[in-house]
């Protein structure tokens, strides 16, 4: 596991220290999309000398060479997405928690605009109440 991240991030441009490969594997496959401080307090666990800086950092590093996204979707803080191939999300503004949905097709401009703007990027964020915070907010 530990062999298999050092040589998918052989070229990522930092030391592959045992704390940042225990940021790298909690990321593995992790569709959680974590706040910072939820990979700190995860990887703290492993190794309580690690530091917030550390976190952001190293973050900062594999956004950089295009290994994660820095989501801006929460209004309260980043949000990382490993999953670096084109989709949407959909977030619940009770618990924050973030879902994937898959990429919807290009948005159509309106007559006006066709012909006059390019469209570089385009991406659908949904908000609204998870099932769980639908029924919490319905108890009340
Ligand atoms: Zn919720
Ligand atoms: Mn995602």
Known sequence: ??????????????????????????????????????????????????????????MGALREKGNVLELKVDPDKKRYDPNTAKHNHVICISCK???????????????????VFSVLESYVEVRGLCLECQTVNAKK
């Open 1 to 58: 596991m530990v062999s298999a991240l050092k040589y998918k991030y052989r070229n990522i441009g930092f030391k592959l220290t045992p704390q940042r490969i225990a940021i790298l594997d909690y990321l593995e496959g992790n569709t959680g999309h974590p706040s910072a401080e939820d990979i700190y307090n995860a990887v703290a666990k492993k190794f309580p000398t690690m530091s917030l800086a550390t976190v952001y950092t190293t």
């Open 97 to 115: 928690r973030i879902f994937d949905i898959p990429a919807a097709g290009s948005i159509d401009l309106p007559d006006s605009l066709t012909g």
